[in-house]
Structure formats: C-alpha cells, structure tokens
C-alpha cells in the first residue's frame, strides 16, 4: 500500500513538473523585459479577464511562444503588436487604440457621467419649489391667524 501511495505521489509530482510551462532564454535581460511588457499589454483570448503572462490556458502559451518566436527574429514592438492584432483583432489589447471603432469604449464612462450629472441637477431643480407669492402668503397668514382652529 506505501508502495503503491509512493508511485502515485511521484507520479503526481513528475506531472506537475512536465505541465509546467518551460521558461524562455532570453540573450540579454533588454529583450526579457521587453517579452514581459508584451505579455502583460496583451489579452488571453481564452481566459478574457486575463493578460497573456497571467493566464494557464493552452492558446496563452502558443501566443507567449508566438510573442518570444517574434521578439527573437528581431521584431519591434509595434510590429509585434500589430501581428497579432492583425490576426486576431484589437480585443487581444488591453489597450485599445482610440478609433471610431472603439470611441464608446474609451468615451462611454465620461459620457455616461455627464448624463448622470445631468439628470441629477434636473431632478434637483425640478424639487425645489419656488417661495410663494404674496396672494399665497397672505392666504397661509390668514389660516394662521383665524381664531377657532386648532394648533
């Protein structure tokens, strides 16, 4: 039984250690930081609310290879960038470029606060009953005054 508790133990280790995701050899740190930057500035198409450098998934780990495949063919950046946009479109950025495309998605919260601000200084204004005049003063006087009602 500890035999068979071992093999199973071992096994579940080795397992682990060959799912792993194999590090990158980078020639100079230069280049390293530059493949983190890229990692961190670009979508996981799989697991949405992640970056590439975040994310377990299968299609992440082909992308950081395309990405180091890239980087160490001599791209720049932008070149890089504009790869994988073209390949996958612009939801693989985090950071969209401002277009017409995108303009309600970079625009849209400053809009919808402008509304809301909006909307609340109408309500504001419109429960703010103006004072009386003097015909409606005079009546409320004399309601006050009149002798015989209660309190």
Request: glycine fraction near 6%; hydrophobic fraction near 50%; proline fraction near 7%.
């Amino acid at each position: 039984m500890r035999t068979a508790l071992g093999l199973c133990l071992l096994w579940g280790v080795a397992w682990g250690a060959v799912a792993a995701d194999t590090p990158f050899q980078f020639t100079d740190a230069a280049l390293a930081s530059r493949y983190q930057q890229l990692a961190t500035e670009l979508r996981c198409l799989v697991c949405q609310n992640q970056s590439l450098a975040d994310s377990h998934a299968d299609l992440a780990q082909d992308l950081r290879n395309e990405v180091y495949r890239l980087l160490t063919t001599g791209r720049s950046d932008r070149e890089i960038l504009d790869f994988l946009v073209a390949r996958y479109g612009q939801f693989v950025l985090y950071r969209p470029a401002v277009s017409p495309l995108t303009w309600l998605l970079w625009f849209g919260p400053a809009l919808l606060l402008v509304v809301a601000g909006v909307a609340w200084w109408r309500i504001g204004r419109r429960a703010a009953s103006p004072p009386p005049d003097a015909a409606e003063a005079a009546a409320v006087a004399a309601l006050i005054q009149r002798p015989g009602t209660p309190p």
